[in-house]
């Protein structure tokens, strides 16, 4: 089981040293290492712990490590999570194989010289285990939830600012869950009853979203990618929040889309199925690689309106692009409504997400150009941040006198869980069951 903690080690320090999202990184490390089905799950359930559990391990170990954390060799850091994670958390490792595996997993990365330090550092933590104990949750309430959740604190402030005490705790519980994968039914190829039916044949349990139109749960997936349904086009998967705001912008056959940030393409697909494949959608990102994954993905999906170039949405856009009827823009954002997902991201720096709010600004203003009269204008992020979300949403009508907000027509379990216009929704994970979605709609004139 060496190779298991070895590609999780590879993957921690990838995800470290180059900012890489975890699912992408995983994938690529489980491929290059010679490993079973069984170390795979192993060595995915220890990168995926220790980057959920990072500052609640660290706080952990900074008590037996005489010295600092950050002072320490990255390869040694990792180690020491790697083994502290298996000690507390793992019940089924063996307390002693999970130090024994970490000290070999140091000399096998030629740290000879830390081994003996790792090895004291994680049997003291197993010595001192039962009477680990946190901050106290009533003089030092945020340090507790940073510790409990392992969110820094900053963000545990931003949400409580933002959102109050209860939602907070919502945020934070559903934080530790297993996400839920959700799929979009390809509507121009199979109904959604033939998919659910077809599915089940490939021993996937799929069940509708009775509130979304061609929305399915999938349980059971195993390698989605290998599924005879998925290479035939019969779906891709996608949360109910992308879904949601796809619904919404209401594109109809026949009619002109322009999607302005839309890599990897999964809004693009969904829009263009509710168009019947009927029409012409316009799908644009800056990178040439995520315009190729775009058109990959509508080849597969059989979707021939979509036509994927490449184009920064946040220069002006050039005159012979005609206005379209509808215009999506989902801007980059920090990501912080995605964090079950990609658990990395919690460990952002605040003053890293503090110039998007302008870059946004910039984007949907750009965007609006593109938007013929009375034609619709989306805003969304998968973000939870009303700097980047409401604010940025009526900066722009106050500056844009020729449009006007456009009540969203929401289904009925979609109901507000903060104050705001009825143009915008903010959706929370632990009250509708998505990913943290942010959509606002403005109408032209």
């Known amino acids: 089981m060496i190779n298991a903690r070895s590609a999780a080690l590879s993957a921690l320090l990838h995800v470290d040293v180059n900012e890489g999202y975890s699912n992408i990184v995983l994938d690529k490390t489980l491929a290059s290492f010679p490993m079973d089905s069984r170390d795979k799950a192993l060595a995915s359930a220890i990168f995926y712990g220790v980057l959920e559990r990072r500052i609640t391990l660290d706080y952990y170990l900074s008590r037996f490590s005489k010295s600092p954390l950050h002072k320490l060799d990255p390869q040694v850091l990792e180690i ?42 994680l049997r003291s933590l197993i010595r001192n285990q039962d009477s680990l104990s946190m901050p106290d949750a009533q003089s030092n309430p945020i340090s507790y939830l940073s510790v409990k959740y392992s969110f820094p604190e900053w963000l545990i402030r931003l949400w409580q600012e933002s959102y109050g005490e209860e939602c907070v705790r919502g945020l934070l519980e559903s934080s530790v869950d297993r996400p839920p994968v959700y799929a979009r039914v390809n509507s121009t190829l199979i109904s959604r009853e033939s998919l659910i039916e077809r599915l089940q044949t490939e021993g996937i349990k799929a069940n509708a979203i009775t509130w979304l139109e061609d929305a399915v749960s999938l349980e059971q ?24 705001c ?123 150009r593109l938007v013929k009269n009375g034609g619709l204008l989306i805003y969304s992020t998968c ?28 289904p009925d379990p979609i109901h507000h869980v903060v104050k705001e216009p009825e143009n915008e929704i903010t959706l929370m994970p632990h009250v509708h069951g998505t990913d943290g979605f942010f959509i606002a709609a403005f109408q032209k004139r």
């Open 221 to 244: 997936t195993g390698s989605i990618r290998e599924s005879a349904a998925f290479q035939n086009g019969l779906f891709h998967i996608q949360d109910l929040s992308s879904q949601l």
């Open 80 to 121: 020491l999570r790697l083994g502290a994670y298996q000690i507390l958390y793992l019940e089924k490792i063996p307390k002693s194989a999970a130090v024994n595996e970490s000290v070999n997993l140091a000399k096998k990365n030629h740290l000879v010289k830390a081994s003996g330090f790792i090895n004291a550092v």
């Open 383 to 410: 973000t939870l941040n009303p700097k980047e979300n409401g604010l940025v949403a009526r900066r722009f009508l106050e500056h844009h006198p020729d449009f006007s907000p456009f009540a969203l027509r929401l």
């Open 246 to 368: 796809c619904q919404l912008l209401d594109a109809q056959p026949g009619q002109r889309v322009i999607d302005v940030c839309a890599a990897p393409g999964g809004k693009s697909f969904t829009i263009a199925e509710h168009m019947q494949n009927d029409g012409e959608l316009l799908a644009f990102d800056q990178y040439k690689g995520k315009v190729r994954l775009i058109r990959q993905g509508a080849e597969r999906l059989e979707l021939s309106i979509i036509q994927a170039s490449v184009r920064d949405a946040a220069t002006p856009p050039p005159e012979h692009l005609e206005p379209a009827d509808r215009v999506l823009c989902d801007a980059p954002c920090s990501g912080l409504g995605i964090i079950r997902r990609k658990p990395e991201i919690r460990y952002k720096l605040q003053t890293s997400i503090d110039s998007l709010p302008d870059l946004q600004y910039r984007i949907v203003c750009e965007s609006s």
